[in-house]
């Protein structure tokens, strides 16, 4: 069996690490397509290297630009990739743009399309991840699930019977680099300066566009983090650093640090050290869950609904509308309550590459 992988941004990149080492034990040949959605080392190298996977057979070095303008490229680019490969499966990956345009590229020319972590749902129709989701499941032949509430959407929009569970790949990395971390395999983390690993502190990101792109909404965020009475280690993603100087707006303010984003080892480091951990990003908060962190998530909901429960994960849509409350939230200590395993046993990702094995044409 012949499988070509398509990636593009972060988080498919730390999906790539457990499929292209469960895929390395076998006979099967796996092709690794870099769309270059994410051009910065920050963003794309380190991961390669952090993570062990094999360097890109093909990148498209597409690079950034408007929705339409990047997936297009990307669709553009792939179209004499997957001519040449001719592969049993196409695989793609979570919601971004890489995602939709490689599914679309594939089914044009009646290649089968896998999708890992299919059906997960905001219902949020202003998030670009939410059309590149729904669009993508219902192009692709064979949907990837990584929980039940995933199936259960699946299922409600007539695709069941395209569909495995096989549970959530980032399980599969994040329990290894954090079982690596704490034997001490990887060096203290890069954080901001000014932040103290010993002392008390939160880790944050911010990229949404819907929190980034907006003047008075992203000034109203910065606010909510610089008053909390922890220093904020704040990760900064490059669409953050780009919309906040365009708008005027100083991230350093009150008690956050400013800090580049890091590599997938050294967030795990920063998260296991931290007090908690707020975010937009989606990834990041299953991670909070799994490695033990209370989260606060500045959204008005989650695709991951699982780390709601018990207190592990809180909403928040709008920081200054909790008054005095949001920095109790933000800065609550991790609950009692017991963790489940919704996303899994770390064991996904062979399981997804005997799926693809049994059900190749
Ligand atoms: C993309 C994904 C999002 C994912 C995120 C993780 C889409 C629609 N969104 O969002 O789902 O959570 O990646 O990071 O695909 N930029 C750089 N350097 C880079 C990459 C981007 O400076 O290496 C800048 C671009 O110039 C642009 C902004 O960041 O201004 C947005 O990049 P883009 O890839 O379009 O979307 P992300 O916000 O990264």
Known sequence: ??????????????KLAPIAAAFAGTPHQHVIVHTGQHYDADLSDVFFSGLGIPDPDVHLGVGSGTHGVQTGRILAALDPVFAAEQPDWVLVYGDTNSTLAGAVSAVKQHIPVAHL????????????EE????LTDHAADLLLAPTEEAVRHLTTEGLAERTALVGDVMVDVCLRIRDAVRRGE?????????????GPYLVSTLHRPDNTDD???LAGLVQALAGLDLPVALLAHPRLLARAEEQGIKLAQG???VGRPLPY???VAAVLGSHGVITDSGGLQKEAYLLGR?????????EWVETIEGGWNVLVPDPAALGAQWATTATRPAPGTERGTPYGDGHAAERVVQVLAERAA
């Open 1 to 14: 069996m012949k499988v070509v992988s398509v990636v593009g941004a972060r988080p498919q990149l730390v």
């Open 117 to 128: 972590e299919a059906g997960l749902r905001s219902f949020n129709r202003r998030m670009p």
């Open 131 to 134: 059309h590149n989701r729904v």
């Open 186 to 198: 990887h060096p203290a983390p890069a954080l901001p300066e000014g932040i103290d690993p010993n």
């Open 215 to 217: 003047p008075e909404r």
């Open 255 to 257: 008690g956050i640090r």
């Open 265 to 267: 080892a050294g967030l």
């Open 294 to 302: 209370p989260c606060t998530t500045l959204r008005p909901e989650t």
